[in-house]
């Protein structure tokens, strides 16, 4: 865990795209909300293979939703099941549950919609705030920590570039 939270340091520190670490947020976010072993969560964890999401925080915000899903499972179940019970959706449960794709979905479980809506809900706020973070974190945090002469004088010192040379590849 602590491997993934100093790779999760090191690419808010890197010129990588905050869209990337805002999307691996809100993967995370998903499969942790709904349970583990979903067809959604199938893919969404091939969809971050796929294409250039933020592996690191991805895993560790899997890890976060996760717990603040065991907090937050039973307003889920209610969620789900409000939706499960709508006179007016029964028709569209009725149909997607005779559908082969959608019964593998099992978004007829209370938890699994839930979870799954309360994700999809709270996506772009989550991807459009966690972007904004990084920006500013970025622009304000990490350009005063490079300013402070502590932070100068390792960047100085011949143990520092040694260990840039190495990490970088070269």
Do not use: C
Not at 15 to 33: D, H, I, K, W, Y
Not at 114 to 127: C, I, S
């Amino acid at each position: 865990m602590l491997k993934i939270f100093v790779r999760l340091v090191k690419a808010l520190n890197s010129e990588s795209n905050p869209a990337q670490l805002a999307l691996g947020v809100v993967a995370g976010m998903f499969v942790g909300l709904t349970p583990l072993w979903s067809l959604s969560n199938l893919i969404i964890a091939l969809l971050v293979f796929l294409f250039r999401i933020n592996l690191s925080a991805f895993f560790l915000f899997w890890g976060v939703f996760s717990g603040i899903a065991y907090l937050v499972d039973p307003l889920m179940d209610w969620f789900g099941e409000a939706l499960l019970t709508a006179g007016v959706l029964e028709g569209m449960w009725t149909a997607m549950y005779n559908s082969d794709f959608w019964r593998l979905a099992r978004f007829n479980n209370t938890l699994t919609l839930g979870g799954f809506m309360t994700a999809l809900v709270l996506a772009a706020p989550v991807f459009f705030t966690t972007r904004v973070l990084v920006l500013r974190y970025r622009a304000h945090v990490l350009t005063w920590v490079r300013k402070t002469r502590i932070m100068q004088a390792i960047m100085a010192s011949r143990f520092y570039q040694l260990y840039t040379r190495w990490s970088s590849g070269s």
